[in-house]
């Protein structure tokens, strides 16, 4: 039987590489719905080679745009949030790719954990902002969550016993869960060099090709603080247990340490066809194009501390997993805005860190009851941020 795929951020980097292993998969997947914001050349191209029969754009306009050069074709087109959630519960659909950039991601998500499908997650920003309900809602409706970051997805590989369901058992016998980190373009430059570089120098990771957002999380470090906190939830234990580990070649995409002293990795090439591979044909294997590991071509792989001080971002995300309730979705909300408008050249690199750490600071925290309790937290974090931002005070 095919298997329908919906992709959430069908456009994107990781919606990119989904697409190449659903046509490289075409006997086993079918490109179902496909959502996406504003970009309509490459929702048109999509929509020719995999004539999905539902498309959701961001706005009215963008809706249009895709839908007049896609006449004669039976899709059928909307838009908003609302119907990107729409598609993500299709009793039709049965894996969903949440790969939606930033809290955005959150509704449509948690539309699909409801309906009990294969949810298939990038988007750690919905997980990060909402875990405690997210977490419910997945054992709830029985939902199949598998992590497509890749350090999720390497931990969940070294984990074989949890994916049984053994999850309390086989944690009593981790000693610790080891998430590793390129460091991000900046690795090695100073503070003082820090402060003068670009959103094109923070672009270019190193290892990975991955939309702005992130990328600029990597460099800052905030992607891996926002993935510690995704351990956190994912994995049921709390940032003590979790060693940040600095490995630039990216070949290691994470370990797990066991109490008797061994360590379980999962490697590969840093290709995101992989964790996506694995996430759609799980328990299974299946090709996706990825090159070999040569792992004499590599030759050396390195691991080191991660410097705190030169990286606020780290210890911010781990104050706010211990500060708990709706800090976590506060620290994103200015990430989010914070990173925005590095983009924009409106602040410089290190601002970002500094926005975040003082909207963390005096953020109230409120316990995460309900949906309603997390859009309020960001908003209010988004408007501190942006005051931030528009009045650079913390400079
Ligand atoms: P991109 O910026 O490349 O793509 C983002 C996608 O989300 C695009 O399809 C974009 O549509 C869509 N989108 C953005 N805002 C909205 C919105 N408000 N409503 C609906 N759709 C929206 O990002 P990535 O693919 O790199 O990352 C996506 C997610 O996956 C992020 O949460 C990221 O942290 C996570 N992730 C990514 C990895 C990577 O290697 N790229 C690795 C691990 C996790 P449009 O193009 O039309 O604007
Ligand atoms: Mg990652």
Redesign the pocket.
């Known amino acids: 039987m095919k298997q329908n795929i919906c992709i959430?951020?069908?456009?994107?980097?990781?919606?990119t590489s989904t697409l190449d292993v659903i046509r490289q998969h075409e006997e086993r997947f079918s490109v179902f719905a496909v959502?996406?914001?504003?970009?309509v050349e490459?929702?048109v191209q999509i929509c020719h080679q995999f004539q999905p029969a539902r498309v959701v754009?961001?706005t009215e306009s963008?809706c249009e745009q895709v839908k007049n050069q896609c006449l004669g074709m039976d899709i059928e087109f909307t838009y908003g949030?609302e119907a990107?959630s729409n598609i993500a519960a299709d009793p039709q659909v049965d894996q969903v790719m949440a790969?939606?950039?930033?809290f955005?991601?959150l509704a449509p998500t948690l539309a699909a954990i409801r309906t009990g499908k294969r949810i298939l997650l990038?988007?750690?920003?919905s997980l990060v902002t909402a875990g405690s309900l997210f977490m419910q809602e997945v054992e709830k409706h029985g939902a199949v969550l598998l992590p497509?970051?890749?350090e999720h997805n390497a931990i969940y590989q070294c984990l074989p016993q949890f994916t049984e369901g053994a999850r309390g058992e086989m944690l009593h016998h981790v000693e610790k869960v080891l998430l590793t980190a390129s460091g991000g373009p900046f690795r090695e430059l100073s503070k003082r060099e820090m402060s003068h570089v670009t959103p094109e120098q923070a672009c270019k990771h190193p290892n990975?090709?991955?939309?702005?957002?992130?990328s600029v999380?990597s460099a800052s470090l905030m992607?891996k603080g926002?993935e510690l906190i995704e351990a956190c939830w994912l994995f049921d234990v709390e940032p003590k247990d979790i060693e940040v580990v600095i490995h630039p070649q990216s070949i290691v995409h994470s370990m797990v340490s066991y109490k008797d002293g061994s360590v379980l990795a999962q490697m590969g090439n840093p290709d995101?066809r992989t964790p996506i591979a694995y996430g759609m044909a799980w328990p299974e294997r299946i090709t996706a194009d990825v090159a070999p590991l040569d792992l004499m071509a590599i030759a050396q792989l390195d691991f080191f501390a991660p410097d705190y001080e030169r990286f606020p971002n780290l210890s911010l995300a781990a104050d706010a997993w211990y500060a708990g309730g709706s800090a976590m979705a506060s620290l994103n909300a200015a990430n989010e805005i914070a990173v925005d408008a590095f983009l924009k050249g409106q602040i410089g690199f290190l601002d970002i860190a500094e926005i975040n750490s003082q909207v963390l600071e005096q953020s109230e925290i409120y316990s995460v009851t309900g949906l309603d309790v997390v859009f309020e937290a960001d908003k209010i974090a988004r408007k501190a941020a942006n005051d931030l931002v528009k009045h650079k005070v913390y400079l």
Do not use: F, P, V, Y
């Open positions: 959430l951020g069908a456009t994107g980097s990781i919606g959502a996406a914001h504003s970009n490459r929702m754009m961001g963008a949030i990107m790969a939606i950039m930033g955005a991601g990038a988007n750690k920003e497509i970051d890749s990975w090709s991955m939309g702005r957002k992130i999380d992607n926002l995101m």
